[in-house]
């Protein structure tokens, strides 16, 4: 009877132990993990108490259909000047719906919010160029005051991506969805004309009617069609115009 209790208690101990070693070894693997993301983040410390607000970014609603980011609801490596110094390779997510740039902690995986009086400009994983400018604060969805970057020649051509977010018209899975817009301005210093209208940019531009026909018009370059590429071009033309 002892040898059958003490056999027992045997493996009681056996097994006690081998739950105390595989709960240790799992807690030693978190610990090394987080400790990895520890010297990760006390790395590059100084850049994160550089960039971020310390706010948390709140979720948007999920029962909308869509998202209300640039192009993607997913992080992309880009590139953030802050006060004048450049760092790449950087997780970013540009919410157009509040004109914010988000990044995420290493450490904790939040999505945070860069602080935007510190950000002169950013670049995502597509090539667009983002970067705040003032003299445009009368204009409703100025908000944090960034624009694309579209070209530059005797004026500047920027643009204002944004989203608005309406209400479902019909019951369903989603009570509401959202509508992207996009502006554009001709930029002089830190003026800004809006170019609702063909007419305005050729104005503002002062491009002759020849020119626009013999160098848009015969290549199939239409403002109705394509804003942006009418825009680019016909700047272009301005552009070479006033080197001749």
Request: include cysteine.
């Amino acid at each position: 009877m002892e040898s059958v209790v003490i056999s027992s208690m045997r493996k009681i101990i056996f097994a006690w132990g081998l739950c105390t070693l595989l709960v240790a070894s799992a807690w030693s693997q978190t610990v090394n993990e987080n400790l990895a993301n520890l010297e990760k983040y006390q790395e590059e410390l100084p850049f994160f108490q550089e960039l971020i607000t310390g706010a948390q970014y709140p979720e948007p609603p999920r029962n909308y259909d869509g998202f209300p980011y640039f192009s993607t609801r997913s992080f992309e490596k880009g590139g953030l000047t802050i006060n004048r110094v450049f760092y790449p390779d950087v997780p970013l997510l540009y919410d157009i719906r509040y004109d914010q740039v988000i990044t995420f902690h290493p450490l904790f995986s939040q999505k945070l919010l860069i602080n935007p009086a510190k950000i002169d400009g950013f670049v995502l994983e597509d090539g667009s160029e983002f970067r705040q400018l003032s003299g445009n604060e009368d204009y409703l969805y100025d908000k944090n005051g960034f624009y694309e970057i579209i070209a530059s020649g005797s004026m500047e051509l920027v643009s204002k991506h944004y989203k608005v977010d309406k209400p479902a018209r019909e019951l369903g899975d989603y009570v509401g969805y959202y509508i992207e817009y996009e502006d554009f301005f001709l930029v002089k210093g830190d003026q800004f004309f809006p170019v609702k209208r063909k007419k305005d940019a050729i104005k503002l531009l002062q491009v002759e009617k020849k020119g626009i026909r013999e160098n848009l018009t015969r290549n199939r370059i239409y403002f109705n069609q394509n804003r942006r590429n009418y825009l680019k071009a016909l700047l272009q033309l301005a552009t070479q115009s006033e080197t001749l």
